[in-house]
Structure formats: C-alpha cells, structure tokens
C-alpha cells in the first residue's frame, strides 16, 4: 500500500510564501506521474503543477510565475513553492502520485492567504 505524507501548509498574508512537501512510502513501487492539485470551496479539484520524471514542469495559468513544483522520483518527494500567494490561492492542496498499482493521494494542506 502506498502513502502519501503531505506537510507545509498555513496560513500566511498576501505576497508571503510556503513550501508544501509530500513524500511516498509503502512497497515497492515505481512512480510515473508526479503533481500538485487544490480545491477551492464548494468546487472540485484543480489540476495545478505537474513535473515529469525528466523534470518538465507544467503549471496552471494562474499560479505560472509565482508557483514552483519539484519533484524526485527517485526518492519519490515532490514539493510546490508558493511565491507572491494571494487570497485567491486559498485552498486544500494535494499532491498526487500515480504507480502501476494506481493513483494516491496526500491527506491534503490548508493554504490559507489572508491578512
């Protein structure tokens, strides 16, 4: 069984920064899809940065500029820097990892941008 361990979230004013991490454990699996998601209130999830094993990062049009995803799938971590975050940035995130087993999912982190 594969779980992900989310940490990082907050809250934090507008034009502040956090760094959300999410590591994998579990048996032995390989990953081939690493990203980060959010939900706003009373809506589903957004897709938000996704990096590839090569390191190719794509990101929503929103967060481009500001947001920055890594990942390792080595070590099977991924992490998302949040620079100049606004309260439109207010949200759960999850990470999100997939193996040939499936997809998993972290537990979810609260950003919260507010003064």
């Known amino acids: 069984q594969v779980q992900l361990v989310e940490s990082g979230g907050g809250l934090v004013q507008p034009g502040g920064s956090l760094r959300l991490s999410c590591a994998a454990s579990?048996?032995?699996?390989?990953?081939?899809?690493m990203g980060w998601y959010r939900r706003f209130p009373g809506k589903g999830r957004e897709l938000v940065a996704t990096?590839?094993?090569?390191?190719?990062?794509n990101y929503v049009e929103s967060v481009k500029g500001r947001f920055t995803i890594s990942g390792d799938y080595a070590k099977k971590t991924v992490s998302l820097q949040m620079n100049s975050l606004q309260p439109q940035d207010t949200a759960i995130y999850y990470c999100?990892?997939?193996?040939?087993?499936?997809?998993?999912w972290g537990q979810g982190s609260q950003v919260t941008v507010s003064s």
């Open positions: 579990g048996s032995a699996f390989r990953i081939y899809f």
């Open positions: 999100h990892m997939a193996t040939p087993s499936g997809g998993f």
């Open positions: 990096v590839t094993e090569g390191g190719r990062t």
